[in-house]
């Protein structure tokens, strides 16, 4: 009688430690979104593995971005630029989504205008959308916003005197915004892309 | 060229891309082509002749841009206006005194 006293007591226990962990998950749940949209944090889903991104890190891929993508880039990364880039004819690239990188902008490159967008620069007047992960990170990301523009997934799409100038909400945090308004506003998280290009040539591309 | 440390005098921010500013270049003309002003967004390249975003604009060649005006190459014949440039070309007034800023390049 005595055990099965204490049995039933244990039941009781575990049930009501089940049911608090269970209202605190679902609270959790609840407030997650509105947390990220107002803090810029990323908090994890529940269980999802934590997914911190350290902007500083050039070799890191968000992993809740790397989940989703398809690009089909060379893994060992032997001969490409940074990884994922195939050098079509002397200083001109191309990525696996079909993105060009040719010479041009007032850096003399786009890879080159690109690297202004994988660092804040707080002085910068204005917004500055800053990549996470760094070059190669960055490469990957907008050839995956390429591929949902050129699909129509969450895109919007205008032409301009032959310019296209796609954004594309990649569904998860790509970067900030800095600059002196991004920094005014504590580095608020980006998960939009806007492309800007000429057919298939990079003008720019920056998070926002 | 490093004009790092040096004011960029800009206009506003770009109604084209978004995300750029419309900064004030002096180029320096040729023979026949006295030295004149253009605008031109530092993200897309859209390129205005009067300092106003409202105003037509334009696009260089993606891979060698071209100042429309002079027809050299933008980036060897034009570059960012100093204070002296800007007084010049007589657009003072169309600086936007919020978005002038170091340059950081």
């Known amino acids: 009688m005595q055990l099965m006293g204490r049995r039933r007591r244990g039941k009781k226990t575990t049930t009501t430690a089940a049911l608090v962990v269970a209202i605190l998950i679902g609270g ?10 107002a803090t810029g944090w990323n908090l994890p889903a529940v269980g999802q593995a934590s997914q911190t991104i350290e902007s500083e890190d050039s070799t890191r891929v968000p992993q809740s971005w790397s989940r989703n993508t398809t690009i089909d880039a060379n893994p060992s990364g032997a001969d490409l630029q940074y990884g994922i880039l195939k ?3 002397p200083n001109r690239y191309r990525s696996p989504a079909g993105l060009l990188y040719t010479p041009g902008s007032s850096e003399g490159h786009r890879l080159e205008h690109l690297r202004r967008h994988t660092a804040d620069m707080p002085g910068r007047s204005g917004k500055h959308g800053v990549f996470d992960g760094g070059m190669p990170t960055a490469l990957q990301v907008i050839d995956q916003a390429y591929q949902n523009a050129v699909a129509g997934i969450r895109t919007t799409e205008s032409t301009d005197q032959g310019r296209t ?10 970067g900030f915004i800095g600059g002196r308004e991004g920094n005014r506003r504590r580095k608020p ?8 290009l000429d057919g298939d040539r990079l003008i720019t591309a920056f998070p926002m | 060229m490093s004009i790092r440390g040096r004011m960029r005098y800009s206009i506003d ?7 750029g500013l419309c900064t004030i270049y002096f180029c ?11 605008i031109v967004c530092d993200e897309c390249e859209a390129i205005w002749l009067q300092p106003d975003v409202s105003s037509p ?3 260089p060649d993606a891979e060698s841009a071209d100042c429309p005006v002079c027809r050299q190459p933008l980036y060897e014949h034009a570059h960012p206006a100093n204070q002296n440039d800007v007084d010049d070309l007589g657009w003072t007034n ?8 170091e340059s950081e390049i």
């Open chain 1, 87 to 89: 050098e079509i004819s």
């Open chain 1, 28 to 37: 959790y749940s609840l407030i997650r979104p509105a947390v990220n949209e």
């Open chain 2, 57 to 59: 604009h334009c696009f």
């Open chain 1, 189 to 196: 998280m980006a998960r939009r892309v806007r492309l800007v």
């Open chain 2, 13 to 19: 921010t770009c109604p084209i891309c978004g995300g």
């Open chain 2, 28 to 38: 320096e003309g040729t023979d026949s082509v006295p030295p004149h002003g253009l």
């Open chain 1, 165 to 174: 100038i796609y954004t594309v909400d990649m569904g998860t945090r790509i």
């Open chain 2, 94 to 101: 169309a600086i936007n005194t919020e978005l002038t800023m």
